[in-house]
């Protein structure tokens, strides 16, 4: 069975989406640590990061770096953080987020509730700086 991020990919669920090329798809998330948090996943179905083809996983962070840079621009943050943990959907991903502590990346905190209009708002400041 397809996992969620899958179908994100391939158009049956919506998504705010940041970046896409051959290999990757990158995303708002949709319940963020904060405003800005996006997911960068291969388009590949891999469960775990480390089982990814090694040339696939170099390119992954070069395929991040851009968004990452864009993130550090479109929002008031120290840095942009990167986390990848894993557990809650089959399918590798990496967190983008803008932080300014280490708690910033705190995955067992209570999740951001936006809008659609500040997921949007959101994803068009990180478009801008792409």
């Known amino acids: 069975m397809a996992s969620i991020f899958s179908k994100i990919i391939a158009g049956d669920i919506p998504c705010y989406k940041i970046a896409e090329n051959d290999h990757f798809f990158a995303f708002l998330d949709i319940a963020p640590q904060r405003e800005g948090h996006v997911l960068v996943v291969p388009k590949t179905e891999v469960d775990k990061i480390f089982d990814v083809d090694d040339q696939l996983l170099s390119e992954w962070l070069v395929f991040a770096k851009p968004i990452?840079?864009?993130?550090?621009?479109?929002?008031?943050?120290?840095?942009?953080?990167?986390?990848?943990?894993?557990?809650?959907?089959?399918?590798?991903?990496?967190?983008?987020?803008?932080?300014?502590?280490?708690?910033?990346?705190?995955?067992?905190?209570a999740k951001l509730k936006l809008t659609p209009e500040q997921m949007k708002d959101a994803q068009e400041k990180i478009l801008k700086q792409l």
């Open 68 to 109: 990452a840079k864009g993130i550090e621009l479109a929002f008031p943050c120290d840095r942009c953080g990167i986390s990848v943990i894993g557990l809650e959907v089959p399918h590798a991903h990496m967190h983008l987020v803008p932080i300014d502590s280490a708690g910033d990346l705190n995955f067992t905190r």
